[in-house]
Every structure is written in C-alpha cells, then in structure tokens.
Nanobody, 117 residues
Framework: QVQLVESGGGLVQPGGSLRLSCAASRNISSINTMGWYRQAHGNQRALVATITSGGTTNYADSVKGRFTISRDNAKNTVYLRMNSLKPEDTALYYC???????????WGQGTQVTVSS
C-alpha cells in the first residue's frame, strides 16, 4: 500500500477557491486510479473525482465544471482544484489510491474544507 497525506483545506467564503494536494509515499505512475472523496457530517463518503494513470478523469455531477483533478507523477502528487465553492461542498476530503487488480485501496487521513461566510 501507499501512504497518502492531504493538505490545502481550510475555511473559504462561498464563490472562493482552494487547491488540495495529496502527496504519496511512493511513485504513483503505476497506480491505476487516484481519486478524491468527501464526507460531510452525517453522510457517507462519496466520490468527488478520479483520474486514471492514462489521464482519464471522472467527476461527480455536483462538481462538474467547478473542480479539476490532476496528477503529477514526477512529484507523486495528486491535486484537486476547487472553484466556485458552495456551502454544500463543506466536508472532509480524502485522497484515495486504487491500484486495481483487486489490491486494497489506500486512504489518507483527510483535510477539512469549510465553505461559509
């Protein structure tokens, strides 16, 4: 498994922007899919965005057009750029590594994003 450490969360006003980073403990170029999930208070963890090793992206409908996921394999880092933030984006955001092939997934500890005026 790979160790993942998220950063970049914080308090932001509605309409603002944040960039989350996920630093991996080893090379991620061979990891099938990297992703971001979020868990709001009282809710289950839900997909935000994923990116494959080939660069194919997938987004939850609620963030399409506002969030952008990217990966820098040379830096072993995955990013989530979040624009036009809304109060309903408030959640604990987790980074995920899915190696594929039935191997276990890895999760970070999460970074809190709070959107409030």
């Amino acid at each position: 498994q790979v160790q993942l450490v998220e950063s970049g969360g914080g308090l932001v006003q509605p309409g603002g922007s944040l960039r989350l980073s996920c630093a991996a403990s080893r090379n991620i170029s061979s990891i099938n899919t990297m992703g971001w999930y979020r868990q709001a208070h009282g809710n289950q963890r839900a997909l935000v965005a994923t990116i494959t090793s080939g660069g194919t992206t997938n987004y939850a409908d609620s963030v399409k057009g506002r969030f952008t996921i990217s990966r820098d394999n040379a830096k072993n880092t995955v990013y989530l750029r979040m624009n036009s933030l809304k109060p309903e984006d408030t959640a604990l955001y987790y980074c995920n590594a899915n190696p594929g092939g039935g191997y276990p997934w890895s999760w970070g500890q999460g970074t809190q994003v709070t959107v409030s005026s």
